[in-house]
């Protein structure tokens, strides 16, 4: 599985993003897709995740700003971001698992910043 993320950006305290992870094949087999990011000099945290049962899952401080969805007709999972603060400056991976084997797209930087 080959994930594209895409989105990130510059954006103004208090702004939005939405980010996107294109796969390669079809996210209805893939048992969970999600996002995780990466401060500098800070460990990679998991964001959020979705599972192709429908249910999801988030870091506990993002829940409210940050929603995660799915659109399996595009192969695309999505991360919308709002609110956005600078302590959510962190380059966003798209993850997903499936049947024991990770996948990691490459990083998009968000900076939130004025």
């Known amino acids: 599985v080959q994930l594209q993320a895409s989105g990130g950006g510059l954006v103004q305290p208090g702004g939005s993003l939405r980010l996107s992870c294109l796969a390669s094949t079809s996210i209805q087999s893939i048992s969970t897709m999600g996002w995780y990011r990466q401060a500098p000099e800070k460990q990679r945290e998991l964001v959020a995740y979705s599972t192709n049962g429908g249910s999801t899952n988030y870091k506990d401080s993002l829940k409210g700003r940050f929603t995660i969805s799915r659109d399996n007709s595009k192969n695309t999972v999505y991360l919308q971001m709002n609110n956005l603060q600078p302590e959510d400056t962190a380059v966003y991976y798209c993850?997903?698992?499936?049947?024991?084997?990770?996948?990691w797209g490459q990083g998009t930087q968000v900076t939130v910043s004025s």
């Open positions: 993850h997903a698992r499936n049947w024991g084997r990770e996948y």
